[in-house]
């Protein structure tokens, strides 16, 4: 019996056969306002002003923890069905090994 295809829209792009490494770092180049550019570094100011030199941030650690923050234990699961992996990759994030 041959199965039938799901239908997925134009925009969702298939994981490739074998799995990638979901905890490795990826750069990519955003376009936002200068206002936006300027509440973020405002955040990274506010949060170093009274930190230790271990507790202390940068801009890509604001902008990371803000991509993050709107994830909830609510949704791993579902993402973990889309994107195998992704829940070890978020639990291995939260231990600050990812």
Same mark, same amino acid.
């Given at each position: #019996?041959?199965?039938?295809?799901? &239908? !997925? $829209? &134009? /925009? %969702?792009?298939? #994981?490739?056969? =074998?799995?990638?490494?979901?905890?490795?770092? @990826? @750069?990519?180049?955003?376009?936002?306002?200068?206002?936006?550019?300027? %509440?973020?570094?405002?955040? %990274?100011?506010? =949060? /170093?002003? &009274?930190? @230790?030199?271990?507790?202390? !941030?940068?801009?890509?650690? !604001?902008?990371?923890?803000?991509? !993050?923050?709107?994830?909830?234990?609510?949704?791993?699961?579902?993402?973990? *069905?889309?994107? $195998?992996? @992704?829940?070890?990759?978020? *639990?291995?994030?939260?231990?600050?090994?990812?």
């Amino acid at each position: #019996m041959k199965r039938k295809k799901k &239908d !997925v $829209p &134009d /925009n %969702v792009r298939p #994981m490739p056969p =074998t799995r990638p490494d979901l905890t490795e770092r @990826t @750069t990519i180049e955003i376009d936002i306002p200068r206002w936006l550019l300027g %509440v973020l570094e405002y955040r %990274v100011a506010e =949060t /170093n002003e &009274d930190a @230790t030199d271990e507790e202390r !941030v940068d801009l890509h650690h !604001v902008i990371e923890w803000h991509l !993050v923050s709107p994830i909830t234990i609510r949704e791993v699961p579902l993402l973990e *069905a889309k994107l $195998p992996g @992704t829940a070890e990759a978020i *639990a291995r994030w939260l231990e600050g090994r990812g």
